[in-house]
């Protein structure tokens, strides 16, 4: 980064030292109105620490001053507005006028897209801040679970562990199964909280069930008692963007491993619980039909799970479901521009449940546009 602040910058007073960071604030979207203020002391908690930090990292030719606002400005969007949840975009620094403290007032928010844009006047400095927020995306309820397809008992007597069931598709999944009268382990790492909160909304139907699908270990997996009729596979590793290169190939390599695993390790612990005529459903992606340009290593990881599942069809005799669905409306595209075209995790959802009763021995593929159109439509 190259800086060329002009004397206007250069010149304005640094904030005060030994400045309290505060509480962070977790506001809803709904509370940035446009004109929102707040007013409070312009400092840091060490602008010594500052310096140091940017003299570590090469940056000796900025002025404190700049240093000091453009680190206000970072603090100020992370901990007030946008606060928890932020992803900071953009920052536009100016000469302003001589004033104590700072005043900082919000002109602009989209909740299409989490946008906010907050305007602060400083001591001698104007500053300008974009910011996105993620949106928090609502956890299922028997409302958004009977959206697609009304309630029914078709799915009475059906026992199905959802391995990562606690949020997103599987959290979804979980909710279309029991308002079909299935009882559903929902399968967690850290999730507790949000399988209590499912627990609540359906009774009985859904039970909680700790287990890490990474974890080689299922030890507790295989000790508890189940007597599965299904099997969901909704766990994966985080995906970040790569390009096939020499110096990628341990990337690559690492990622198709551990999303093999994740499948892998739940699947092998629980085949045996599982009913001769079982069913399972494989979670895959619309990325083994059209594949991104820097998500090689995502699609193959994908093609090999599905793999597996013709594997289990042909050889344990189970009705094998693989859904490659698009983009849904998950923590994991809770970005600002993962929300514009994504879709709703509670309709592939429903085509799942749809899918159970009476499924097909073999291999069934529903792909991304089949997915995404309504239970109703194709009744």
């Known amino acids: 980064m190259t800086l060329s602040p002009g004397t206007g910058l250069a010149a304005a007073p640094p904030p005060a030292d030994g400045g309290s ?14 004109g929102w203020q707040e007013a409070g002391d312009y400092a ?3 602008v010594t620490g500052l310096l140091a930090l940017a ?14 606002a453009l680190a206000w400005g970072s603090w100020f969007a992370g901990m007030r507005r946008p606060g928890r949840d932020c992803l900071l975009s953009g920052l536009r620094l100016r000469p302003g006028a001589s004033r104590t403290g700072y005043q900082a007032r919000v002109r602009g928010a989209d909740p299409r897209t989490g946008a906010l844009v907050t305007d602060a006047e400083l001591p001698g400095l104007t500053l300008e801040l974009r910011a ?11 409302a958004s679970a009977t959206a697609y397809r009304p309630a029914d008992d078709a799915l009475a007597g059906e026992r199905a562990l959802v391995v990562g069931g606690s949020r997103g598709l599987g959290a979804a999944v979980t909710a279309a199964l029991a308002a079909r009268s299935a009882t559903v382990w929902a399968g967690q790492r850290d999730g507790a909280t949000e399988v209590a909160a499912l627990a609540d909304e359906f009774g009985g139907r859904v039970r909680a069930l700790r287990l890490d699908a990474a974890d080689a270990d299922q030890s507790t997996l295989r000790a508890a008692e189940l007597d599965l009729t299904g099997l969901v596979l909704c766990a994966g590793p985080a995906v970040r963007p790569v390009r096939l290169h020499p110096d990628t190939v341990p990337a690559v390599r690492d990622f198709v491993d551990r999303s093999l695993a994740m499948v892998l390790n739940p699947l092998t612990a629980v085949l045996d619980r599982i009913r001769p005529g079982g069913w399972l459903v494989v979670v895959s992606s619309s990325a083994v039909e059209d594949f991104p340009a820097h998500w090689p290593h995502y699609a193959a990881a994908k093609a090999a799970v599905e793999a597996l599942g013709e594997h289990c069809a042909r050889v344990h005799g189970l009705r094998v479901l693989v859904v490659r669905p698009p983009r849904l409306r998950t923590d994991m595209a809770a970005g600002p521009l993962g929300v514009a075209d994504a879709v709703d995790p509670g309709l592939v959802a ?29 009744a």
């Open 21 to 34: 960071p505060g509480r962070c604030e977790a506001p809803d979207f709904a509370d940035h109105v446009p």
């Open 55 to 68: 003299e570590e990292l090469g940056c000796r030719a900025a002025p404190p001053t700049v240093l000091a």
């Open 132 to 142: 996105f927020q993620r949106l928090p995306v609502a956890a299922p309820t028997w």
């Open 350 to 378: 429903a085509r799942i449940a749809g899918w159970v009763p009476g499924a097909d021995l073999g291999v069934t593929i529903m792909g991304s546009a089949e997915l995404t159109q309504s239970p109703a439509a194709t």
């Open 44 to 46: 840091l908690p060490s």
